[in-house]
C-alpha cells in the first residue's frame, strides 16, 4: 500500500472539505447521481468547485467527477453538497427504465448468448 | 726693606729712642775723650768730624737697630704665616681626607645598595618568572583542556545535529508515506465514519510531519519533499493550512493564479504553515485567521492576519530578527518556539522575505513575499499538457464550449489547470496509459458521444505525441506488438458496448444522452483506479504505459 509518488498534491482531503469528513444525511448524491452546473465558475472560488462547474457543463454523474478530480466520492459529494446549497447545481437520479426493463434485458441476454 | 710691611710690624719710633740715646751718650763720651785726649791743634777738627762720625754713628746705629727690629718683625710675621699656611695646609688635607673618605663610604654605601637592589630584584624576578611561568603553564594546560573540550562540543554537536537531521528526515519520510498511505485509504474507505477518522489521522500525521519538516529544517538537512512540478498558490495555503491544528479557521481570500516553482514550493509551505500556525496559536480560540493572496511586481505577497495578541516593540523586533535569516545559531530556542527560526531559514533558503506589522484586525500581520523568481505561470510548461488535453476534449463534446474554453484558459485557467495539474494529470495521464492508446484513437472520430475519458485521454496522447515526437518514437516499436494486441482487445470490447448500445436506444429513443452515461459508471471506477495504482508503482505513469495494460 505504500505508493511513493502517487501523493503528488500537497493539498489534504481535510483543507479541500473545511474538515468535514461525510455529507450529512440529506446529501442526495450517490455514485450515478448525474450533476449540471447552474452557473459559470466564479473567479475566487475553490478550484475544486469550478473544476467541478466546468466538467459539469454537461450532465455527468458523480463518480465521473470524482474520477476526474482524483477525489475519493465522499469528498467529492461534500463539495456537491456545497454547490448544491449554493444553487449553482442541480442534481438529479440517471433515468434509466432500460435497466430495469425485463424486455431490454431478456435482448440483452439473448445478445450475449448470439455472441 | 722696601717690602710693604704691616703698620704694626714697624718697630715705633718709641722704641728706638733708647737705643739712640744710649749709642749718643757712648759716641759723646767717645768724642769727648778724644777731643780732651787730642792735642789742642787737631781738637776743633777733630771735634768737628767727631761729632759727624758720632751723629752718623747715632743714625747708622738705630737704623741698623730698627732693621734689625724689622727684619725680627717681617721675620715673625713670616713665621706666622708659615704656621698658617701649614695649618691651612692640614686643615685641607684633613678635609680633603675626609671628604674622600666620605666619597668612599657613599660610593661603599652605593654599591652595597646597589647589589642588595639588584639581588632583590634578582629575586623578584626568578619570583616573577616562575609565578609567570607557572601561571603560563596554568593557562596553556587550560587553553589546551578548553580547545579540546571545545573541538569536543562541537563535534558533539555535529553529531547530534546529523543525527536529529537523519532522524527528521526518516520521520519525514514515514510521514510522508503515511499520508500516501492515508491518502490511497481514503480513496478506498467510502465510510463516512471510516473516512472522518482517517482525515484526523491524516491531519495528526501531517502536523506530525510539519514538526518532522521544522527539525529538518534548522538542523540543515533536506528539508522535506519535492514537488516536480509547479504548486498552484491555492494548493501551497492549503498545503500549509492542511499542517497546522487550527486549520478550520484559516479563511483564505486569494484569486492569485500564480504558481511556486516545485524546488521552493515545500519551502513556501512550510514557511507559510509555521506562519499560520502561530497566527492561529496567538489568537483567541474562536478568531478567525485570514489569509490573503496579492499579486505584486516583486512577487507574491502572502499575508497572514489574526485577530491576537499584538506584538509590542520589543517581540516585534525580536520576530524581525528571527525571520530575517541572517542568524543560523540555533541558540535560544526553545522547544515551543520553533516557527520563526524555522522560517528564518526557509526565507534565508528561498529569498522569502517575512515582514511584521500590527493588523488591521487587532492583532498582528506577517508579510511574506515569495519573490517572482520562485513564481512560475501556472499556464506554463508543466500544466500545460494537461490543459491542451482537456481543451479539444470538450470541443468535440459540443460545438460551443471553444470560447467558453478560451476565457476559461485566460482567465480561470488557474484553477483549471491547476486542478488539471493537481488532480486531473494523473488520471488523465492514467487514463491514456490505461485505457487509450489502443481504442479511444479509433473510436472517437467514429462517435462523437462517446466517453469523455476516452476522448480526454486520447487527446493527451495526440497532444503528447505532438508535443514530444521523440520520447513518442522509441516506445510503439518495442511494444508495438503489445499495441496491436491491445487495440485488437480493445476492438473487440467496443464492438460488444456498441452492440448494446444501439440495442437499448432502439428500444427507448429517449435515451441518447443518458445511455452514453450510463456505463460509464460501469468503466469508470475500474480503470480509474486501476491505473492510479499502477501509476504510484512506477513513478512515470507513462513511461510505461504498455506494461500494465498487457499484463
Redesign the interface.
Known amino acids: ?16 472539505t ?2 468535514r ?3 450529512g444525511p440529506d446529501n442526495p448524491f450517490d ?2 447521481t ?1 450533476v449540471v452546473a447552474e452557473s459559470e ?1 466564479a ?6 468547485h ?2 467541478i462547474l ?1 466538467l459539469a ?5 458523480v ?2 467527477i470524482a ?9 467529492t459529494k461534500i463539495l456537491l453538497g456545497d454547490l448544491l446549497a449554493a444553487g449553482r447545481v442541480s442534481a438529479r437520479h ?6 430495469t ?1 425485463p ?2 434485458l431478456e ?2 441476454l439473448v ?1 450475449l448468448r448470439n ?1 | 726693606m722696601t717690602a710693604p710691611t704691616h703698620p704694626g710690624d714697624r718697630p715705633s719710633p718709641r722704641t728706638l729712642a733708647p737705643t739712640l740715646a744710649l749709642t749718643a751718650v757712648v759716641s759723646a763720651l767717645a768724642v769727648v775723650a778724644a777731643v780732651t785726649a787730642a792735642p789742642a791743634s787737631v781738637r776743633t777738627p777733630l771735634a768737628l768730624g767727631a761729632s759727624a762720625a758720632a751723629l752718623l754713628l747715632c743714625a747708622a746705629v738705630t737704623w741698623a737697630v730698627h732693621a734689625a727690629r724689622t727684619a725680627r718683625g717681617a721675620r715673625r710675621r713670616l713665621e706666622a704665616v708659615s704656621q698658617d699656611i701649614g695649618r691651612l695646609l692640614q686643615q685641607q688635607a684633613r678635609t680633603t681626607e675626609e671628604a674622600r673618605q666620605e666619597q668612599q663610604r657613599l660610593i661603599d654605601e652605593l654599591a652595597q645598595q646597589r647589589s642588595e637592589f639588584a639581588e632583590s630584584f634578582e629575586q623578584e624576578r626568578a619570583r616573577v618568572q616562575e609565578d609567570s611561568g607557572q601561571e603560563l603553564d596554568w593557562y596553556r594546560q587550560e587553553n589546551v583542556r578548553l580547545a579540546a573540550a571545545l573541538e569536543r562540543a562541537s563535534r558533539e554537536r555535529a553529531a547530534a545535529i546529523a543525527a536529529a537531521g537523519n532522524a527528521a528526515g526518516r520521520m519525514q519520510a514515514l510521514a ?2 503515511t ?3 492515508l ?5 478506498r474507505h ?1 465510510e ?2 471510516v ?2 477518522d482517517l ?2 489521522l ?2 495528526r500525521t ?1 502536523q506530525a510531519g510539519r514538526l518532522a519538516d521544522s527539525i529538518a529544517v534548522l538542523t540543515g538537512a533536506r528539508s522535506g519533499r519535492r ?3 509547479p ?2 498558490m ?3 495555503l ?2 500549509a ?2 499542517r497546522i491544528s487550527g ?2 479557521r484559516v479563511r483564505v ?3 492569485s493564479e500564480a504558481a511556486v516553482a516545485g524546488h521552493a ?2 519551502g513556501v ?1 512550510h514557511a507559510l504553515a509555521e506562519l499560520l500556525d502561530n497566527a492561529a496559536n496567538f489568537s483567541p480560540p474562536t478568531a478567525e485567521v485570514h489569509v490573503y493572496v496579492e499579486e505584486v511586481p516583486a512577487g507574491v505577497i502572502v499575508s497572514v492576519e489574526d485577530s491576537g495578541l499584538v506584538m509590542g516593540d520589543v517581540q516585534l523586533r525580536r520576530a524581525e530578527r528571527a525571520v530575517s535569516g541572517d542568524t543560523t545559531e540555533l541558540g535560544g530556542l526553545t522547544g515551543t518556539r520553533l516557527g520563526l527560526a524555522v522560517v528564518g531559514r526557509l526565507a534565508g533558503k528561498h529569498g522569502l522575505k517575512v515582514s511584521f506589522r500590527p493588523s488591521a484586525r487587532g492583532g498582528t500581520g506577517v508579510l511574506m513575499l515569495v519573490p517572482q523568481d520562485l513564481l512560475t505561470s501556472p499556464v506554463g510548461d508543466e500544466p500545460a499538457p494537461p490543459k491542451a488535453a482537456e481543451s479539444p476534449a ?1 470541443v468535440p ?2 460545438a460551443d ?1 471553444a470560447p ?1 474554453h478560451e476565457s ?1 484558459a485566460s ?2 485557467s ?3 489547470a ?3 495539474a ?3 494529470s ?2 488523465a495521464e492514467a487514463a491514456a496509459s490505461g485505457s487509450t492508446a489502443g481504442t479511444g484513437s479509433a473510436d472517437d472520430e467514429n462517435e462523437p458521444a462517446g466517453l ?2 476516452r476522448r480526454r485521454g486520447r487527446t493527451l496522447a495526440e497532444a503528447e505525441r505532438r508535443s514530444s515526437p521523440q520520447p513518442e518514437q522509441p516506445r510503439p516499436a518495442p511494444a508495438a506488438e503489445d499495441a496491436r494486441v491491445r487495440a485488437a482487445r480493445f476492438n473487440s470490447f467496443r464492438q ?1 458496448v456498441r ?2 448500445a444501439p ?2 436506444a432502439g ?2 429513443g ?2 441518447d ?3 452514453p ?2 456505463p ?2 460501469v468503466h ?2 475500474a480503470p ?1 483506479p486501476h491505473p ?2 499502477e ?3 512506477t ?1 512515470h505513469p507513462h513511461a510505461h504505459p504498455e506494461g500494465d495494460t498487457t499484463s
Not at chain 1, 457543463?57 to 454523474?61: A, G, H, K, Q, T
Not at chain 2, 491518502?183 to 480513496?187: A, K, T, Y
Open positions: 500500500m505504500s505508493r511513493p509518488g502517487r501523493d503528488d498534491a500537497p493539498d489534504r482531503l481535510y483543507t479541500i473545511g474538515g469528513s461525510g455529507a455514485l450515478v448525474l465558475p473567479t475566487g472560488m475553490q478550484s475544486e469550478a473544476a466546468r457543463e454537461f450532465p455527468v454523474s463518480v465521473e474520477a476526474e478530480l482524483a477525489l475519493p466520492v465522499s469528498i440517471p433515468y434509466r427504465p432500460a435497466i426493463d424486455d431490454i435482448q440483452v445478445g455472441l | 510522508t508515506a499520508l500516501a498511505d491518502r490511497g485509504m481514503e480513496e467510502t463516512e465514519d473516512l472522518a482525515l484526523h491524516d491531519h501531517a514537488w516536480a512540478r504548486i498552484g491555492e494548493s501551497i492549503r498545503g493550512m492542511g486549520y478550520r481570500h486569494s484569486v514550493a515545500e509551505m470538450r463534446a459540443a464550449p467558453v476559461a482567465g480561470e488557474a484553477d483549471l491547476e486542478s488539471a493537481a488532480t486531473g494523473e488520471t469523455p475519458r460488444a452492440t448494446a440495442d437499448s428500444a427507448h429517449t435515451a444522452e443518458t445511455d452515461y450510463a460509464t459508471p469508470d471506477p480509474a492510479e495504482s501509476s504510484e508503482h513513478s
